[in-house]
């Protein structure tokens, strides 16, 4: 499977993915599972936003999802979604092989756009499932082209009229998303697994620098207005204040009007993603910023706004269900390290939303992650399937 899927997408300079939701590659990875479900007799349920959970029934009631997503950030790695996804097909298998009877149904889960990349809203698919994210406000997201979700998921088949609160939702009795680790916590420990204790809070905010284009070669110094100075400054206040506050704080994406080597730039526009261990210093940090820029913009002539994408609170995963999947990974994982994560994931939506939900990390060797270099070992991936296994076991006897 893991091997199939690698090849779905894959850029042949880079090595990396680039698997934004409803793109060509997005949706040949998502045939792929479907395929996959339908050759073990799944039972597929997509929702409005074309979220899928395929169940391996057990009667009708709530059931024990497991799963992750199948998109990309652009030029990403082959496991941050699909490990989860393909170790929850692989765990159905094991417990099959085994001669296991679930007494709830499982389901295998692959949610929409969870690293918005395309439409800028991380976890979109989980967020609209839930109601975090009212559909109309979904469906006017535009991607980079200026395309809307409501055209994309038109032109993918899917009828925007249904996108909304997913009746999946109410048929998730727990939800446990395994993923490749995204930091080098596992290998500080020495286990090839662990258990997550909480996500950090996360903003995604877009500053819009403005200033005045003008000639490169004849605009004196001292006449210009130029919005790069004013970027430049706030991206160098922003290292330094996560750094102060042991936050994290990153500018990934630029954007830049007219982007011609020889014209002052009249607009700069660019993301903030502020993350921290609690809200109160991701609050602080984007204050701390936002005045930076301010007393920057009125020395440069040009001016800024800042506008919040998104927010997101943090996560504390049940204490409870944390606890047992520990005790149930035994076998495979002597005491389980229990870790943080700084990485959004539906895992948190679900979790916020009021569905008992837990993560087990993989095992990452050098920690990278968003990048074509991010890696686990298969012996690690292997360890990571039979926990899941376990851990369903456990919630599905
Ligand atoms: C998603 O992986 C994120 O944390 O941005
Ligand atoms: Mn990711
Ligand atoms: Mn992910």
Known sequence: MWAELA???KDPDSGGYHRGGWTPAERAATHWFTDQCASRGLRLEPDGIGNLVAWWDAGSGPGVVTGSHLDSVIDGGAFDGPLGVVSALAAVDRMRAAGFEPRVPIGVGAFVEEEGSRFGMPCLGSRVAVGALPAARALDLTDRSGTTLRSALASAGTDPAGVGVS???ERMSAFIELHVEQGRGLVDSGAAVGVASSIWPHGRYRFEFTGEANHAGTTLM?????????????????????????????????????NGTN????????????RAADSATVESLLEAITRQAGERASRDGTEVVVTAESVS?????????RDRLVEALEPVVPKAPVLPTGAGHDAG???AAGVPTAM?????PTGVSHSPAEHAEMDDCLAGVEALALALKDLAS
């Open 222 to 258: 001292e006449d210009r207005r130029d919005p790069m100075l004013t970027y430049a400054t706030t991206a160098l206040a922003a290292n330094k204040q996560a750094r102060l506050a042991g936050a994290r704080a990153t500018f990934g994406r630029v954007s830049v009007e007219p």
């Open 313 to 321: 609170p943090v996560v504390d995963f049940q204490p409870a269900l």
């Open 349 to 351: 939506i679900f979790s």
């Open 360 to 364: 087990l990390f993989v095992r990452n």
């Open 263 to 274: 014209a002052v730039p009249s607009r700069v526009t660019a993301w903030l993603d502020a």
């Open 167 to 169: 009746p999946l939702l």
């Open 7 to 9: 090849r779905i997408g």
